[in-house]
């Protein structure tokens, strides 16, 4: 059995983070009998700026990337079914909101050094896409934190502590300088760069390439 570290940068507001995700898992799992994956995730915030009030989401794809409404409610329904292909709902609306993400990494960081940091990320990603939650709110993520079997009282203290918002800050300057300036980003052994949310059958081969090689 081959081991490998997987890191995955990416944003809970990123629908290709989660549709990549799924399907390096379903990678994963076509590897079981030879592939061991120990996996990390590591902050990326698309929109640090985002105020406290978020932003209607196709307003805001709009503003950013020019995107047309045609466009946008052709998106939806590409990523809507493509989660379908893995197992994932997304519910999307004319009313739904993007917003800011960094009390969001702040618990995930800190999940980490208690081993739910899996679990808390899932949570968080089904928060926003299936159930359509402000997960800027706190009430939103203490939930979170609750299905991912935190404490709570340790969560208040980590979503209101500046320095695990520095924390973030400073790791996603990181990933930053490292040259990672889109999500989601797939590191496999801490060399091996795979951008975007690839195919299962390139992730795949990509997985069974690296573990033999390494």
């Known amino acids: 059995m081959d081991k490998v570290r997987i890191d995955i940068v990416s944003d809970v507001v990123c629908p290709w983070c989660i549709i990549g995700y799924k399907r390096l898992e379903q990678a994963l799992s076509a590897l079981s009998n030879e592939i061991e994956a120990d996996i990390h995730w590591h902050p990326f915030e698309l929109n640090p700026a985002m105020g406290s009030e978020g932003q209607n989401l196709r307003e805001h794809l709009h503003e950013k990337y020019g995107t047309t409404e045609e466009a946008s409610i052709s998106?939806?329904?590409?990523?809507?079914?493509?989660?379908?292909?893995?197992?994932?709902?997304?519910?999307?609306?004319?009313?739904?909101?993007i917003y800011n993400t960094r009390k969001a990494h702040q618990l995930l960081m800190w999940a980490?050094?208690?081993?739910?940091?899996?679990?808390?990320?899932?949570?968080?990603?089904?928060?926003?896409?299936?159930?359509?939650?402000?997960?800027?709110?706190?009430?939103?993520l203490l939930q979170c934190a609750l299905e991912a079997e935190l404490d709570i009282d340790v969560a208040k203290q980590v979503l209101n502590d500046s320095g695990w918002a520095e924390t973030v800050a400073s790791t996603e300057q990181q990933w930053l300088e490292a040259g990672i300036n889109?999500?989601?980003?797939?590191?496999?052994?801490?060399?091996?760069?795979?951008s975007g949310?690839?195919?299962?059958?390139?992730?795949?081969?990509?997985?069974?390439?690296?573990?033999?090689?390494?």
């Open 197 to 214: 949310a690839q195919t299962t059958d390139r992730l795949t081969s990509a997985l069974k390439q690296i573990a033999e090689a390494d």
């Open 112 to 140: 980490s050094s208690e081993g739910k940091q899996f679990d808390l990320q899932l949570s968080l990603f089904y928060a926003y896409f299936s159930d359509n939650k402000d997960i800027s709110q706190e009430e939103v």
């Open 182 to 194: 889109a999500v989601p980003a797939i590191i496999i052994n801490q060399r091996h760069l795979i």
């Open 75 to 97: 998106a939806r329904e590409t990523l809507t079914n493509l989660g379908k292909e893995v197992g994932f709902e997304f519910h999307f609306s004319d009313e739904m909101r």
